[in-house]
């Protein structure tokens, strides 16, 4: 049985799922930055550490606060179709949402200066 072309290694599976699991845990009442950060390492499975995906999937990084929360929207309501991304996305609050975008956003912005 191959796994989705998203999926190199059976072991990114493991980390995505305990990470996807733990994380509404740690951050259902946390602050935003907290949250970010939370949420950014369950992306880090899939997206590469900091959202700089070396290979076929998609970065992060790279997308517009704007940009980012549109596609997360989408990916929630199936609008747009992923591999994972619309089970992961239907998990996500509006605050857990926010919450990753500010962390990318934090990101983008200290690499410009």
């Known amino acids: 049985m191959r796994l ?3 999926l190199h ?3 990114q599976l493991f980390v995505l799922l305990a990470g996807l699991l733990a994380a509404p845990a740690l951050v259902s009442a946390a602050p935003i930055p907290t949250r970010g950060v939370a949420w950014a390492q369950a992306c880090a499975a899939c997206h590469g550490p900091d959202g700089r995906s070396q290979g076929t999937i998609p970065a992060l990084d790279t997308l517009s606060p704007e940009d980012f929360r549109t596609a997360m929207r989408a990916f929630r309501t199936e609008e747009r179709q ?4 619309n089970q992961i996305a239907k ?9 990753v975008t500010t962390y990318f956003a934090a990101i983008q912005s200290r690499r410009r200066q």
């Open 9 to 11: 290694h059976p072991q």
């Open 82 to 85: 992923g591999t994972v991304m």
């Open 4 to 6: 989705a072309p998203v």
């Open 91 to 99: 998990g996500l609050s509006e605050a857990d949402i926010e919450a």
